[in-house]
């Protein structure tokens, strides 16, 4: 796992040791940046939830995001999170909430121009994070979520304001972002 663009292009991530993180592949992480990009995406102020290695809140400040707040239940997760930040010369972009996102929702303070979403896609509390998100002061009419997803389940076109605008294939896994 590696990042794909910009200041800490080629630098190799840690993966936690956790059994059930999984890390969103490079490739799925490229094809995201690249629609972002297409979208023209405000991403100066990023939070990623259910962080896991951190590798999708890390792409976004490689690329220009000003700062990113990482949210990850899992302790041994959240240290590589720190690991990575480090390694990456970011820490002083980011800070790691080391909690379950359900009560992130009510401990951070938004708008976040770029929500970047990963759940465990067995984890069926997922679908109400995303519809509270969406309606919480955490984003704001120009906010952008991505929500990645097995492409079996494939999730609403919409949540509260905002409007699938893109949905994408990559194997098993879905990426939906809405605006």
């Known amino acids: 796992m590696r990042v794909i663009a910009g200041e800490a292009k080629g630098l190799r ?6 059994r ?4 969103t592949s490079d490739l799925v992480r490229g094809a995201i940046f690249n629609i972002l990009v297409s979208l023209e995406v405000d991403s100066s102020r990023v939070l990623d939830l259910y962080a896991g290695s951190g590798a999708l809140g890390i792409e976004a400040l490689s690329r220009g995001a000003h ?21 990456a010369g970011f820490q002083e972009r980011g800070r790691v909430h ?23 896609y067995e984890d069926e509390g997922a679908v109400a994070v995303v519809a509270r998100l969406a309606e919480s002061s955490l984003v704001g009419p120009a906010s952008t979520l991505v929500l990645e997803h097995p492409w079996c389940c494939l999730p609403t076109d919409q949540w509260g304001p905002f ?9 098993d896994t879905g990426i939906s972002i809405y605006q």
């Open 163 to 171: 409007a699938l605008v893109s949905r994408k294939r990559h194997g």
């Open 20 to 23: 059930h993180l999984r890390p």
């Open 67 to 87: 700062w990113c707040d990482f949210v990850e239940q899992d302790r041994a997760a959240c240290a590589i999170i720190r690991e990575n930040l480090a390694l």
């Open 13 to 18: 991530l840690k993966r936690p040791a956790v």
């Open 98 to 120: 080391c909690l379950p996102v359900e009560k992130a929702l009510d401990r951070l303070e938004g708008p976040y121009g770029l929500v970047l979403m990963d759940p465990p």
